[in-house]
C-alpha cells in the first residue's frame, strides 16, 4: 500500500504583539527650566507644539523667568546681539559672542516696522530686549518700541509737536517700581532770549503722554538720555551766574530730577560724554595721550567714581564727541566705537584690534540689546477691556506684514482677505445709509418739538 503524505496541518496566524512605549513623565518645573535656556527663536517655535505649550510660554512669569536667565554675568554676552543703524536706512546686527569670541563674524539685515513710514532717524535706547528708535516727521515724531528677536512692536500715539522747538531729545528706560517701561520727551524751545522747556513721560502700561514739571538746566544736545539705575539722564548746562556743564538724572520712579555728580578730573566748561556701559553710569575723558574710561560704581555717589580703562588712540587720534565704549568684557576686554567703526580693546595685551564682520561697513550708531521674549505690548494683553481693544489696527498689519514678510504667498492672501473685507464693511454701510434716508422712514420717523427753531 501506498502511503500518503498527511496533509500539513494549516499554521494559525501568529498573534501580533504591540509594544507601546510609555515616555517617562517630566515634571512641568523641569520643562520649564529646560524651555528658559533655549534659544528665543526656538521659543517661538515651541509656540506651536501645543496649546498648553504656548501658554506657558506667553505666561508673564515665565517672560521674567526667561529674561533673568538671558540677564546673567555668565550667559550676557552670548545672549546679546549689536545692532548697527546705516544712513542709508539699513539695520544690520551680529552675535556680540563674535566679536570677541570669533575670527569672523556674519551680519543679517533687519527690516524694522514702519521702515514704510520714513527712514530711522535714531536709536533711542535699550533694556531688557526692547529696542527704541525715532522716525522724525515735519509735524509728528514717529516712535517705535521693539523686540527683535520676536518681531513684536509698539507705536506709541502721537503726541502734539510745537514746530518752535529748538531741539528735543528723548529717553527709554524702565522703572523698576511700577514693573513699566517709559518714554521721556524733553522738548526745549524759544520765547525771545529765554528757553522754555516741556517734558512729558509716555507710560507703556497707562498708554498715555504725561506732562512733568520742567527740565531744571539748559539743554544744549538732542542726543538720547542715558538709561542707568530707572534713571533718564542728560548733560546740560547750570542756570547759576557761571554756566557750567553738569548731568540731570529724571527719575522713572518718582519723576523727579537729580543732580549726578562727575569725577573732580571732569572740566565744568567742557561737555561730559556719558553713556552706560554694563549697567553702570560711565564718562570719558580725554588726556591728549588716550581715552579714559571713568564708571561710577554706585549711582549718585560721587565717591564710587573708579577709572576703569585707558584707551590708546587708535587708529587715529581719538575725538571725546566720536566715541563710544559699548561693551565690557569682564576678562579683560572692551569694545569701542569709534568714528561708526567697532575697535576691540584688550587690557591685559594692551593691543587694538578691528574685528571681521561680513556685511557691514562703517555704520552710523550701535547699541547692544538682550535676545529675550519680553512683549511691548503685554500691558495690553493684561488689561481686559481696553478701549483701544489692544494693538490698533494700522500696527496689527504692519505687524503681520514684519511676521510674514518671509513668507509673500500667505502674506499676500492675508492682504486680498482684508481688502475683501473692507469692501464689504463699505458696501454694508452703504446700504444702511440708504436706508436710513429712504422715504418710508423718513415718514415713520417722529417730528423735532424744535422744528420751528
Known sequence: MESRDRPSSSRRPSKRVRITATLPHIPDEIILEILCLLPVKSLMRFKCVSKSWREMISD????????AVAARDSGEVYNSRLIMHYPSMKLKS??????????????????YPG???GAMNEIIGSYNGLVCFCIRDTENDIIFVWNPSTREFRRLPPISFMQCFHLVAYGFG????ADDYKVTRVGCYCIGRYYEYQVRVFSLRGNVWRKIENFPCYLFTDEPGIHVNGSINFGGVGDSENYYWSVVGLDLASESYRMVPLPDCADPNVKPMIMALGGRFCTIFDNDEAVDVWVMEQYGVKKSWNKLVTVPYFPDPMTVDCTKPVFFLRDGAILMEFYGLLVLYNIDRDESTIPTIYGTR?????????ETIV?????????????????????????????LKDRPKVYNTYTKRLKQ?????????????????SPTNQRNEPESKDHHL
Open 174 to 177: 524702565y522703572d523698576s517700581i
Open 421 to 437: 473685507e473692507k469692501e464689504l464693511q463699505n458696501k454694508k454701510g452703504y446700504n444702511n445709509i440708504a436706508l436710513n434716508k
Open 94 to 111: 551680529c552675535p556680540l559672542s563674535c566679536l570677541f569670541y570669533e575670527p569672523v563674524g556674519h551680519s543679517v539685515n533687519h527690516e
Open 115 to 117: 521702515s514704510e513710514l
Open 375 to 403: 512683549s511691548p505690548n503685554a500691558y495690553y494683553r493684561l488689561q481686559a477691556g481696553h478701549q483701544n481693544g489692544g494693538i490698533g489696527r494700522q500696527d496689527k498689519e504692519l505687524y503681520i506684514k514684519e511676521v
Open 362 to 370: 562703517h555704520c552710523h550708531e550701535v547699541e547692544v540689546y538682550l
Open 60 to 67: 508673564p512669569d515665565f517672560e521674567k523667568k526667561q529674561l
